[in-house]
């Protein structure tokens, strides 16, 4: 009979010990595996391994199809199922078609309002595992993404993206009516509630409209003083 490894505290059984020893860590809270560069910790080496490609830049992964770039094979996987012809899930609430049952599973929590994942410094919940992931940025202090001309360092990939135009001066994004350019596409949307008179932010006090989150901030100071 092959010798089997129980865990002492849960009773979950594993076949190698190598394995029992690293499923004890989530009981223990041990991270053994620790980060050269940024100092973030992990409970396997697996994990540190793929966790690397962040500062590397590595995708080891390719799709055979469009040869988009992956660093996780389970990524992968998940975007080949786009070129699956013929294959889609639609929504049941806003009939949008989706091209694979966990990113369905995803977009249905829009219209559901679930949050499944809690930081768990602040209990901010968040939909998605990697909008908590870059959260918790925020308690951690980490910077994963620096820029190679100025070193300044930056919690998400799109931030560094917006960065660097600086130093590259591309502004990729026009305005359609007025040819204005802008190095991020949020920015171009701000500015286009100039030419559509939309003003999405209202004092709760007066009524009066902004186009600015900031503009509306700034304004209800007359109010509170």
């Excluded at 917006?162 to 305005?175: I, K, L, N, S």
């Excluded at 920015?187 to 989150?213: A, M, S, W």
């Amino acid at each position: 009979m092959d010798r089997t490894y129980p865990c002492g505290v849960c009773n979950k059984i594993f076949s190698k010990a190598a394995y029992l020893k690293a499923h004890q860590s989530l009981h223990t809270g041990e991270r053994p595996y620790c980060c050269e560069v940024c100092g973030k910790t992990f409970r396997e080496r697996c994990s540190l391994k793929v966790h690397h490609s962040v500062h590397t830049g590595e995708r080891p992964y390719h799709c055979d199809v469009c040869n988009k770039a992956f660093s996780l094979k389970e990524n992968l996987k998940k975007h080949c199922q786009t070129h699956i012809e013929g294959r889609s899930y639609p929504c049941d609430v806003c009939n949008k078609t989706i091209s694979n049952r966990s990113y369905l599973k995803i977009h249905q929590r829009v219209h559901t309002g679930e949050r499944p994942y809690s930081c768990d410094v602040c209990s901010k919940t968040f939909s998605r595992r990697s909008y908590l992931k870059v959260h918790q940025r925020v308690h951690t202090g980490e910077r994963p993404y620096p820029c190679d001309v100025c070193n300044k360092a930056f919690s998400q990939k799109e931030h560094l993206k917006v960065h660097y135009q600086r130093h590259t001066g591309e502004r990729p994004y026009p305005c359609d009516v007025c040819n204005k350019t802008f190095c991020n596409r949020s920015y171009l949307k701000v500015h286009q509630r100039v030419h559509t008179g939309e003003r999405p932010y209202r004092c709760d006090v007066c009524n009066n409209t902004f186009i600015y989150h900031g503009a509306m901030k700034r304004h209800q100071r007359v109010h509170t003083g």
